[in-house]
């Protein structure tokens, strides 16, 4: 839930906050609603941190995207109503292209 719902809930906050724009505040919230980087692994054993954890919490967060990331994008969606749906096979797809296929 940390992962999946604060930061996106912080960015729809900041963009209420501070006037940035309504492009800019998507962008952030589109930014803020990904789990993580396909390099976070890497970067994490390169700062000396468990290099098991940093892979399960990698594959943990790629595993539950598809069933997450619709939820603050559909929630979103209502509080400004528009009309957003991203499939999770769309996202499933695009989890195995970036994170298992390289």
Known sequence: MVTFVIPSDLALLLGTLVPIGQGAMVGLYLIAVV??????????????????????????????????????????????????FIPPADILRVVIMK????
């Open 35 to 84: 789990p993580g980087a396909p390099l976070m692994t890497r970067n994490a054993i390169r700062h000396g941190f468990d290099s098991e954890l940093a892979a399960s919490y990698e594959l943990f967060g790629a595993l539950l995207a598809p069933i997450m990331l619709p939820l603050p994008i559909a929630v979103a969606a209502w509080l400004y109503h528009r009309d957003i």
């Open 99 to 102: 994170q298992f296929a390289p």
